[in-house]
């Protein structure tokens, strides 16, 4: 699969569409079982506030892999990304309610680095509750 996105049809500014993807405490017990994932600050509210959380919070590499769906969703090939790091800057609280928690986000092309290899680089933004839940989340995506 190549990405449907063409590296000539991009320039630095280009925004990708946001998302917002819901995140509930049924979410968080499938991503520990696909994970093998299963530190008590992911479900267990108790342990949670105990180590001093302000409640169950949402894996860290499920909030990352959460955000990259907007440079997978936009490019239609997940093999498109190249690189991809972020720093956790918060947790994504997750209250055990109807609505749980949500991760909004959104991406910009940063920079076309290689004519080439067809390659920019995206900077994303994800926040939560109105909070910045990764920094310097950067992402290299090689185009059509």
């Known amino acids: 699969m190549t990405a449907r996105i063409a590296y000539a049809d991009v320039e630095a500014g280009t925004e990708l569409p946001a998302a917002a993807f819901p995140v509930t405490r049924a979410t968080l017990v499938r991503y520990a079982g696909a994970s093998g994932d299963f530190n008590p600050i992911h479900w267990n509210e108790r ?3 105990d180590v001093g959380l302000p ?3 949402a894996h860290g590499m ?3 892999a959460e955000a990259a769906r907007v440079l997978t969703d936009w490019t239609g090939d997940p093999a498109a990304v ?3 790091g972020v720093r956790f800057t918060r947790p994504v609280v997750v ?3 109807d609505t749980g928690a949500l991760i909004e986000v959104t991406g910009k092309v940063a920079a ?5 290899a067809r390659t920019v680089r995206v ?3 994800a926040h939560s509750a109105g909070q910045k839940v990764l920094g310097m989340a950067r992402a290299v995506v090689r185009l059509a």
């Not at 076309?112 to 080439?116: G, S, T």
């Open 82 to 84: 190249v690189e991809y």
């Open 55 to 57: 409640d169950v919070i």
């Open 95 to 97: 209250p055990d309610d």
């Open 47 to 49: 342990f949670a506030r």
């Open 62 to 64: 499920f909030t990352m």
């Open 112 to 116: 076309k680095l290689d004519d080439e």
């Open 123 to 125: 900077d994303l933004t």
